[in-house]
């Protein structure tokens, strides 16, 4: 096989980069002058991107398109927005363009994120956490009445992947009634999976519902008045999915005068939100900075994601978490 060009723009020290680079060896690793901030983080054109054979990072859609080598992209974050629209499917397979995201990288610690959000919300940690009392008082009674088991309760989950399988195999144990929402059903999911049309009658039945949905034409705006309305009263929200899949305002409507009773989110729209927004008031609505795939060692975990890949790619096999081509 001739020498491949790979073009990473994400941001890891210099020693990571080294091992890139040794791992990839004899291919040849091209990086730009300036590297993406974030994973999150789209980053400006670069000229070197028109050699590559093989792109890493978050590489602004028009460099991808116009680069004439370029027969592989790997995302460096589970979402994918900015590619994920009519316009570059369209050009990807003109051309035989492969594109796969990080999923694998961050579905467990997302999982993970919303099982504590979960746990946080059925044992009562915010409240407990600022609660001084003794065993007599009614606060502390209180606080031990409202306090509620998993066990046997319901769920809802918007967007089933990978984050959503992995989840599921943690509540397990709770021998919860799981329902998930999914565009085109494989059939092997294990648990009860309803099609878009259906979306809005398994809510009544949900005690928690979970938002997955990555941000398309299809999910923006996706969570508004109406589905909050037809939520079951005294159930609870969670984001971890993208913040523009939310009406926020009607998100802060259903927290103060129901049916929710409250929401625990880790994305919104904008990131962070604005000083004296509605969310940031309300005492049942919980938010964490956009941490839930965050974990120990997360840029080194991304590098062997895409080195495995990477191998795949140079034996023909199979990639994994192929999202386009």
Known sequence: MSTLKVFTDIQASAGLLDWLRNEIAPHELLLPA????????EQASDPLIAEADIAFGQPDVASVLNAPRLRWLQVSSAGFTRYDTPGFRKAAKARGLVVTNSSHV??????????????AQARQLPRSLK????????????????????????????????????????????????????RQPRGDEGIRIVTPDQAIAALGEADHVINILPDNADSRGFFN???????????????????TTVDQDALADALQHGPIEAAWLDVTDPEPLPEGHRLLGLPNCHITPHVAGGQRGESRVLVAHFLEN????????????RVIG
């Open 34 to 41: 300036k590297r993406a901030a974030s994973v999150l983080v």
């Open 106 to 119: 961050y579905d467990q610690a997302c999982a993970e994120h919303v099982f504590a959000f979960m746990l």
């Open 131 to 182: 609660t001084r009392c003794t065993n007599s008082d009614p606060a502390w009674t209180m606080l031990r009445e409202s306090s509620r088991l998993l066990l046997g309760q319901s769920v809802s989950i918007y967007g089933y992947g990978a984050i959503a399988e992995r989840l599921v195999g943690m509540l397990a144990p709770f021998n919860m009634e799981i329902t998930a929402v999914r």
């Open 225 to 243: 008045e109406t589905v909050f309305r037809a939520m079951k009263s005294g159930s609870v929200f969670y984001n971890i999915g993208r913040g």
């Open 310 to 321: 990477f191998r795949r790619h140079l034996n023909d096999g199979a990639l994994l978490n």
